[in-house]
């Protein structure tokens, strides 16, 4: 062309959650039968919505008009209200939050995707926001994107249950001045970790000696099970200035209903933070707004008396997920791992020099063989195992390297409802691992 028409970051956007489904999308096709386990869709997983919550939606669908038509900028103000009232709810029961929000300080997206998207690209292109490795791949290609450079990130520890290395965090804050926010994804994706309050307090007092904001996603607050409490970050954020990510996607389930919102924080103690939050207010003032149905329908989902039953029934069954997933890989030599505490998510990590560039698994069909060799030369090594296994056995899982991470490893999920195919999966992995390494 005339001239380059791509933006510099454009090679930093990556999603391996979803570009492996084109290479097992063509086995498929060669006749194996794929076991799913790379995305975090409860309904392609055969999660039933409940009836009540069917008929919530439908009753708005057919009863209310302005459920087809645009709503505010920010958001339905019946809605944004509900939300404040029911985190000002949350205060009051636990004693109180360090940060309380009117409907005013809280923007709806198109799904929290959107909303990422948003955040990042309306920061200042030399200012960076560090997060978590492994990393949730939305904000940290949309956050290197931003940059045109590599994400910056602090480590989380495998050995460690995945908490945060603190003292990496802190110096790499102290020693990169060009970083002006710090990303928390809790519960995490893609580690299942659930903050405890005192790790969170730690990145608080981080965020205020060095005067940044904080990005939480915390769009998993309800999935937490195994004796694991949740912390919102409205709890410990005192006066800095900050946000919290929400949505309905993964807990109602609706996914395709494309709803999340923003919750900011303090928007009043920092003049540049309010300029910033403006400027996305803005943003989403130039796409008119986000969609009116699932924001009608939140409120009365989440009032119904029957929502945290049905949470709680989800969450035990996650929690007996998380437990046979630690049970059967753990003890697998080579291989460090953590039992899930909340999310959707559980995370396997190959040990220093477990992975060697020769190693293999067996594939019987020779067409599917000729297909994926050539695929893993010169690839990140973990991806060379999850691209074996998913032609040896059709279990589609995601390198840990798709994640922005340094360590090898990878994710599957914990939303199989066939209790006994989860069961059969695992074995599948295990037996996988240990013929993979042992070759």
């Known amino acids: 062309m005339r001239n380059n028409i791509v933006y510099s970051g454009a090679s930093e956007l990556t999603y391996e959650i979803r570009e492996i ?11 194996v039968e794929i076991t799913w386990e790379n995305i975090g869709d409860p309904i392609a997983k055969g999660h039933k919505v409940p009836s009540w919550i069917k008929e919530i939606v439908g009753d708005i ?30 205060c009051d029961s636990n004693g109180g939050c360090s ?38 791949s939305t904000h940290s290609s949309a956050e290197a994107a931003h940059a045109s450079a590599p994400h910056l990130t602090y480590k989380l520890d495998p050995n460690n249950g995945w908490l945060p290395d603190i003292e990496d965090l802190r110096n790499k804050v102290k020693y990169n ?18 903050y405890p309050r005192e790790i969170l307090e730690q990145i608080v007092a981080i965020a205020r000696e060095f005067d940044l904001f904080i990005v ?86 989440q009032s119904d008396s029957r929502y945290h039953a049905y949470l709680d029934e989800n969450n035990e069954r996650y929690n007996r997920r998380a437990e046979l997933f ?33 190693q293999t698994l067996p594939i019987e069909n020779s067409s599917i063989k000729d297909f994926i060799e050539p695929l893993v030369k010169d690839i990140a090594l973990d991806k060379r195992f999850v691209y074996y296994m998913l032609a040896a056995t059709g279990v589609c899982v995601v390198p840990l390297s798709g994640f922005n991470s340094d360590l090898p490893g990878f994710r599957m999920t914990l939303l199989e409802v066939d209790d006994v ?7 599948t992995i295990a037996s996988a691992i240990k013929q993979y390494l042992a070759s």
């Open 21 to 31: 489904v084109a290479v097992a999308q063509k086995i498929e096709n060669m006749g």
């Open 61 to 90: 669908v057919t009863n209310k008009d302005s459920s087809y038509g645009y709503s505010p900028t920010k958001g339905l103000l019946e809605t944004r209200q509900f939300i404040a009232d029911e985190l000002a709810k949350k």
């Open 99 to 136: 940060a309380k929000i009117t409907p005013e300080d809280i923007l709806f997206f198109n799904g929290l995707g959107d909303a990422i998207a948003h955040i990042y690209s309306k920061i200042n292109e030399h200012v960076r926001v560090i997060g978590p490795n492994p990393a949730y």
């Open 177 to 194: 001045p060009s970083i002006g926010g710090i990303i928390i994804i809790n519960p995490d994706n893609p580690t299942g970790i659930v």
């Open 216 to 301: 939480a996603d915390e769009v998993y607050t309800n999935i937490v099970y195994g004796g694991a409490v949740m912390t919102p970050l409205s709890d410990v954020i005192g006066d800095l200035p900050g946000m919290s990510l929400k949505g309905l996607s993964k807990e109602v389930p609706w996914p395709g209903s494309r709803c999340g919102w923003v919750e900011f924080y303090n928007t009043d103690r920092d003049p540049i933070f309010a300029r910033y939050v403006k400027s996305l207010v803005d943003s989403k003032m130039m796409e008119v707004c986000a969609t009116t149905l699932p924001q009608m329908a939140l409120p009365a989902i």
């Open 326 to 358: 630690y049970n059967t890989l753990s003890p697998i030599t080579g291989i460090t791992c953590a039992q899930p505490k909340g999310a959707l998510y559980a995370t396997v990590v190959f040990n220093p020099d477990a992975l060697k560039s020769h």
């Open 421 to 427: 195919k989860y069961a059969r999966t695992l074995e």
